[in-house]
């Protein structure tokens, strides 16, 4: 009888570990750089836009990506919630000198956080199905809040 | 005449008991034999109670133990449903059965009424059905909703457990355990991450805590005798 009361403490304050807390990483947003392949940092590169298929918005319209002295450039743009894989054709130039396209596929997970949390989508398993750029690396296949990059791609 | 008495006394030597050379027996109190002695059988409260109490999940589940002595095998069996609404819009089910089976050890030998605290495994399966609507607004994509389904998915997991059994009156028993229930292992779970397994509880935890406060009857299959109170 005596182990009754410190069982029953012990097994009411660990009712408390059961709540998952409702930290959510998950989105469908790619992060990328893209790095010129010569060093030559002399001229703008400027983006006319950037379409993503299952949308009709346009991405960086009008940007300029490159400013002079830069190497690097980083994007972010989202993959398509609706389908196993996303087509980007990025339209360089004022006047659309040069159009190159990247298609990635992934998979996606649906996980339930909580009642209070929701639900959410992981995506992951992050490739390059097919691209006209030079080279296309997948740094980190887990599209999170908190990765730095997904791919790196080099112009 | 001398090798005849030493024979006829070596004889009698051989053939009385030496009672100072005798190895005293365990006394058979002491010995507790391994038979079945009675079958108990109960329910789990808390789960009653949470479908009384909760629109959100409805469960039940069923208990029951043989004593053979300082041991107890245990089984459980029950099943539970559950359907709640999501903060990011949509819904979860899920509905299954599960069981445990498993053996308990009895620590409190001495008690007269066979009052018990015990330390335990228990090896336990649930088989269910999960699925939930998942509804979102991308601001490119627009309004999304998603329908997903596991129709079959099967867990299995281990426990360690510790509890008391107290004679309340009669036959009528009451206790509660506690249990350490190790990670479980599932399967099926293709559309969507399991998220609670029936018997078992949140899925990906890690290592976690269950409670389970029960009643029973216990049925003997031998009429027992009281002890007898000596007095001087």
Known sequence: MRFLLPGTLVLLLSACLDKPDCLVSSTNNVKMNLQKLKKDTLNNIILSSISVSGTQYLFYKGDTVFHKGDTIASLTLPVNPLSAETTFNFYFGANIDSVNTLTVTYTQENLIIGPECGAYVYYQNLEVSSTTFTNVNVKNSQLTTSATTNLEIKL | ?232
Do not use: H
């Open chain 2, 1 to 232: 005449m001398g090798c005849l008495l030493a024979t006829i006394l070596f004889a009698q030597d051989a053939g009385e008991p030496d009672s100072t050379r005798v190895r005293p027996k365990k006394p058979d109190s002491l010995k507790v034999k391994f038979y079945p002695r009675a079958f108990r059988f109960g329910t789990d409260v808390i789960p009653l109670i949470n479908s009384r109490t909760q629109k959100t999940v409805s469960a039940w589940e069923i208990n029951g133990d043989v004593d053979c002595g300082r041991y107890y095998f245990a089984v459980d069996y029950g099943g539970s449903k559950k359907n709640f609404d999501l903060s990011t819009g949509g819904t979860y089910q899920n509905d299954g059965t599960y069981w445990r089976a498993g053996m308990d050890v009895n620590f409190l030998m001495k008690d007269p009424d066979r009052n018990m605290f015990f330390v335990g495994f228990r090896y336990a399966r649930a088989s269910f059905s999960e699925s939930a609507t998942l509804i979102a607004t991308d601001p490119y994509f627009g309004s999304i909703q998603k329908q997903v389904s596991n129709s079959v998915v099967n867990a299995g997991w281990q426990e360690l457990t510790a509890g008391l059994r107290v004679k309340i009156w009669k036959e009528f028993w009451m206790g509660y355990t506690a249990r350490l229930k190790f990670p479980a292992s599932v399967s099926g779970d293709i559309s969507l991450k399991t998220y609670d397994i029936p018997g078992f509880g949140l899925n990906g935890q890690g290592v976690t805590w269950g409670f389970n406060y029960q009643v029973f009857w216990r049925i003997p299959f031998t009429k027992q005798r009281k002890p007898v109170s000596k007095t001087s």
